[in-house]
């Protein structure tokens, strides 16, 4: 059901024995999503909202309709900026989107169908898993207009190397879904017909997983990301040692090896 609707952000929930999914749709098809001042504010105040939900498990990030996940920031917004100073200012709520669905802390899965440049690849790489459907385009066509790729662009070498990554933003070009999943942009691919039960798998997965270790695990990867090897590794220890400040791991294990037992019983 739909628990909120900021304009063009609407925020979509769904209540499960597991607890909560929410979906956030960028909802304007009849300008392909394209990201307005408007529209990066409100996925801003979603996004902050959902973090502070305790029984949150999930969310996917998409775009209403097929023909976009989103074209990109609004060009007519960005050929009206009349000097640095606006350009800064507007492309900072860019990288705030990105910066929104990183601190939500557990799992962030981009759903993507059509169309998904510029800002809006920022804004999927900025989520932890990239799910494509087969009619996916991505790119980053900025130099094609006048300006360099930048905020969560930075991402990109970390998912593609730096060589694909130059080639990307050097070029301006497209490529599609196979070669985005060849390359590492995307986890997966799928039909388009049949994305949602894709999607719906993989949230499938997570949910079977502890809540607290998923939380756990989201926080430490981004740590490794900006960590020396030595310094990821003790994080790494430490985060192991707080999983026992809950019953988690104690109940999830005997969970295991009750039915580890029960199998070998009947074998």
């Given at each position: 059901?739909?628990?909120?609707?900021?304009?063009?952000?609407?925020?979509?929930?769904?209540?499960?024995?597991?607890?909560?999914?929410?979906?956030?749709?960028?909802?304007?098809?009849?300008?392909?999503?394209?990201?307005?001042?408007?529209?990066?504010?409100?996925?801003?105040?979603?996004?902050?909202?959902?973090?502070?939900?305790e029984g949150l498990r999930c969310v996917i990030v998409t775009g209403a309709g097929e023909r976009a996940f989103a074209g990109g920031v609004d060009i007519r917004a960005m050929a009206a900026l009349d000097g640095p100073d606006a350009a800064r200012a507007f492309i900072t709520k860019v990288?705030?989107?990105?910066?929104?669905?990183?601190?939500?802390?557990?799992?962030?899965?981009?759903?993507?169908?059509?169309?998904?440049?510029?800002?809006?690849?920022?804004?999927?790489?900025?989520?932890?898993?990239?799910?494509?459907?087969?009619?996916?385009?991505?790119?980053?066509?900025?130099?094609?207009?006048?300006?360099?790729?930048?905020?969560?662009?930075?991402?990109?070498?970390?998912?593609?190397?730096?060589?694909?990554?130059?080639?990307?933003?050097?070029?301006?070009?497209?490529?599609?879904?196979?070669?985005?999943?060849?390359?590492?942009?995307?986890?997966?691919?799928?039909?388009?017909?049949?994305?949602?039960?894709?999607?719906?798998?993989?949230?499938?997965?997570?949910?079977?997983?502890?809540?607290?270790?998923?939380?756990?695990?989201?926080?430490?990867?981004?740590?490794?990301?900006?960590?020396?090897?030595?310094?990821?590794?003790?994080?790494?220890?430490?985060?192991?040692?707080?999983?026992?400040?809950?019953?988690?791991?104690?109940?999830?294990?005997?969970?295991?090896?009750?039915?580890?037992?029960?199998?070998?019983?009947?074998?």
């Amino acid at each position: 059901m739909t628990i909120a609707s900021d304009g063009r952000i609407d925020v979509r929930l769904d209540e499960r024995p597991q607890g909560r999914i929410a979906t956030l749709v960028l909802d304007h098809p009849v300008k392909l999503n394209a990201l307005s001042a408007a529209m990066l504010s409100e996925f801003v105040h979603a996004a902050e909202r959902l973090a502070g939900d305790e029984g949150l498990r999930c969310v996917i990030v998409t775009g209403a309709g097929e023909r976009a996940f989103a074209g990109g920031v609004d060009i007519r917004a960005m050929a009206a900026l009349d000097g640095p100073d606006a350009a800064r200012a507007f492309i900072t709520k860019v990288h705030a989107i990105c910066a929104a669905v990183r601190a939500i802390p557990v799992p962030v899965i981009a759903k993507v169908r059509g169309y998904c440049f510029g800002g809006a690849l920022e804004l999927a790489a900025a989520c932890d898993l990239r799910i494509a459907a087969d009619d996916a385009r991505f790119g980053m066509p900025e130099v094609r207009l006048g300006i360099p790729s930048v905020v969560e662009a930075a991402i990109l070498p970390m998912l593609i190397g730096w060589g694909r990554t130059r080639r990307l933003l050097f070029t301006g070009e497209t490529i599609g879904a196979a070669t985005a999943l060849a390359w590492g942009l995307v986890e997966s691919v799928a039909p388009a017909e049949a994305l949602a039960e894709v999607v719906e798998a993989c949230v499938a997965d997570i949910l079977a997983c502890g809540a607290n270790a998923i939380r756990q695990q989201k926080a430490l990867i981004q740590a490794w990301e900006r960590l020396p090897l030595a310094e990821a590794v003790a994080a790494g220890v430490e985060t192991f040692a707080d999983a026992y400040r809950t019953d988690e791991p104690r109940a999830m294990m005997a969970e295991f090896l009750a039915a580890q037992a029960a199998r070998k019983g009947r074998a």
